[in-house]
């Protein structure tokens, strides 16, 4: 642990810094475009990014050694968004176990991401990715997984929007983009969900309702992949081809082929 300076202790005994709960203080001055903010130091040492700066500038003889650590000289951040930067520090500033818990506003916490990211805010990113599973909805959550690349976080909602009853409104549809629309159409088209509930409840009750003929795996023409496999391939992108037939084995679960 880092050794305190120039405080008067009892008997010489040496005081440390708590490598946890010792807070800076110290305020940043920050300017993004024509606007000026002040950031606890404190909290910017939560990012790699930072940190690897504060610990340059500490070793540096010009006047670098100074920026940020008044309203004549700050940090200026260049191609970073005004508002994205307002987005963060609404999120930094709302601690994670206090009631003063960020609103799910789509554009906000994608705002904060984005810079979480690219400032290795990691702790902070981990809460971030937690906030938006549990808050957004299937539409925000695909378009969410895009932009950052979660193709893991893909499956699940894109699952959801081909069973669902209603289909894409027009914002939805922009929102979620080409690739994945004409996914999820495509689906829905040839799986309507009403026939997947019948599906499903004859299933339950033992009772067969013929649906659809079925055509094999096998078939020389298509190579098919259940939705149940869609996990592995959920990343689609506008060069996909995406065709669709039915499974002997998943019955009216959908197939995707690429």
Not at 203 to 221: A, D, E, F, V, Y
Request: net charge neutral.
């Amino acid at each position: 642990m880092e050794k305190v300076d120039n405080i008067n202790t009892v008997n010489d005994t040496c005081v440390y810094k708590h490598p946890c709960f010792y807070f800076d203080d110290t305020l940043i001055f920050i300017k993004i475009e024509s606007t000026l903010f002040t950031v606890h130091k404190s909290r910017l040492l939560e990012s790699k990014e930072f940190s690897r700066c504060f610990k340059s500038q500490e070793s540096s003889q010009t006047q670098e050694r100074n920026e940020g650590l008044s309203a004549e000289f700050p940090i200026t951040l260049q191609d970073i968004e005004l508002s994205d930067f307002e987005a963060f520090l609404k999120v930094l500033y709302a601690p994670e176990f206090s009631n003063n818990q960020p609103s799910p506003d789509v554009a906000l916490i994608i705002s904060a991401y984005r810079l979480a990211l690219l400032w290795q805010f990691s702790k902070l990113q981990k809460f971030l990715l937690s906030f938006t599973w549990r808050s957004f909805g299937d539409v925000d959550r695909v378009a969410f997984a895009k932009e950052f690349g979660l193709k893991e976080w893909l499956f699940a909602p894109l699952v959801n929007l081909c069973q669902r009853d209603e289909p894409l409104a027009l914002g939805e549809a922009r929102k979620i983009g080409v690739d994945s629309l004409s996914l999820i159409s495509r689906l829905r088209e040839a799986f309507p969900p009403q026939m997947v509930t019948l599906q499903r409840a004859s299933s339950s009750s033992s009772i067969h309702i013929p649906l659809r003929s079925k055509r094999s795996h096998n078939s020389t023409t298509s190579r098919a992949k259940c939705v149940s496999c869609l996990q592995k391939d959920a990343w689609v992108s506008e060069e996909t081809e995406l065709r669709v037939s039915s499974c002997p084995n998943a019955g009216w679960n959908g197939h995707i082929h690429v």
